[in-house]
């Protein structure tokens, strides 16, 4: 069952556990979803032992899985009603990310131009970005709030030639967000290991969870959409890139400047989206990563949003479910049976088994999605 504790300093204390009658929350829930910081919310009465040690900004809140760590948190509002329960907002420690901030600069070429750090050559990808931008966080705060860089890419983003800059004045997490995630793709995840936070870039989520999500066991319901808002047939695709003396440039294909599948359009017609990138500087390298994204627009599959029970909740020897990991749902009577990624949910501390989760996945069709993009 899940456990929570507020760590102070170097002294834990016990804040829930289903074992402790005077350890008791009134109500929890905890979020996760892929790309994003993460929350935890939960109310305590007045005479829980904890309740006068509850302080914005102060301590680590810890989520466990009997005895394992499942994620940390700190405490971002408190609020206190009229029969002085306390309720506890916290969001997960990537929130560091959003106490430091990215002054006006030029990622380019071979130097990172900065009025902080210059680290001197290096090479222009995404991945390095990213290592500079964790890098000045860290210079920014103090030790707790720092986090170690993790790539874990495998070299998948080093063929895109990745060059930015920005004029103003950001948070963190904000330019992670903007520059990589929703331009070149990617996975941010956090890790803890020993006493450091791993900040953990991936370019592919490839872990499963154990469980299978199965009608007449453990789902409870099923819903699937077709999300066909983003059908195109055709991309018009168009890179902002900044050059060697700092100038922005624009790029797009010379000749037919969209990128199609001619075998789709005598069936749908064409259907264009135009797609923005950031950092592609060369005509080959735009033509080659709109051609990829494009089996993102033609994909009509399903998304799928299933209410299930955590088979956890009914076995302490099962691993729960875990966001950004491969899952199984069979379902006989949908004609369903497809692993698919779990990229959200929310979870009933006091009721595991009343828990929502959200698989981005899709019910194959007459394309199956090979690349996620966010546009």
């Known amino acids: 069952m899940y456990r929570i504790d507020y760590l102070v300093g170097s002294t834990s204390y016990s804040v829930y ?8 929350i009134i109500s929890g829930t905890y979020h996760r979803e892929t790309n994003t910081i993460g929350s935890l919310t939960f109310s305590v009465l007045y005479n829980h032992p904890v309740y006068d040690l509850f302080k914005e900004y102060k301590g680590i809140v810890r989520l466990y899985w009997g005895t394992a760590l499942i994620y940390k948190f700190r405490i971002i509002k408190i609020h206190r009603d009229f029969y002085n329960t306390l309720t506890i907002q916290c969001e997960g420690l990537l929130g560091y990310l959003n106490d430091s901030i990215v002054k006006p600069y030029v990622f380019n070429e071979t130097h990172w131009l900065y009025p902080v750090v210059d680290p ?9 970005f990213l290592r500079e931008l964790i890098a000045l966080h860290n210079f920014q705060v103090t030790a707790a709030q720092q986090f170690e860089f993790v790539d874990e890419t495998n070299g998948a983003f080093d063929s895109i030639a990745f060059t930015t800059s920005q004029t103003s004045y950001v948070k963190s997490w904000n330019e992670i967000e903007s520059k990589v995630l929703k331009n070149i793709g990617g996975y941010v995840q956090l890790r803890f ?3 450091s936070n791993q900040f953990v870039f991936k370019a592919a989520l490839t872990d499963s ?3 299978t999500v199965r009608f007449r066991q453990n789902l409870k319901d099923l819903e699937l959409e077709t999300a066909s808002r983003k059908f195109a047939t055709a991309i018009y695709p168009i890179s902002t890139y900044t050059d060697s003396n700092g100038a922005r440039r624009t790029l797009k294909l010379t000749g037919t400047e969209y990128i199609d599948k001619p075998l789709l359009t005598p069936i749908y017609g064409r259907i264009i989206e135009c797609v923005q990138y950031e950092g592609i500087n060369t005509e080959e390298k735009l033509r080659e990563t709109a051609q990829r994204d494009l089996n993102n627009y033609i994909n009509r599959g399903k998304p799928i949003k299933a209410s299930a029970t955590d088979m956890s909740a009914l076995d302490s020897s099962v691993p729960p479910l875990e966001v950004d990991r491969l899952t199984r749902i069979i379902s006989e009577v949908n004609n369903v049976d497809v692993t698919v990624m779990l990229n959200a949910f929310d979870v009933d501390i006091l009721d595991p088994r009343s828990s929502t989760y959200t698989f981005n996945g899709e ?7 090979t690349y996620t993009y966010r546009a």
């Open 17 to 24: 556990s289903p074992f402790e009658s005077d350890r008791r």
């Open 209 to 211: 969870n154990t469980q």
């Open 193 to 195: 290991s020993g006493g």
């Open 120 to 128: 001197g050559a290096h090479a222009c990808t995404a991945v390095e």
């Open 363 to 369: 019910v194959p069709s007459f394309v199956r999605k």
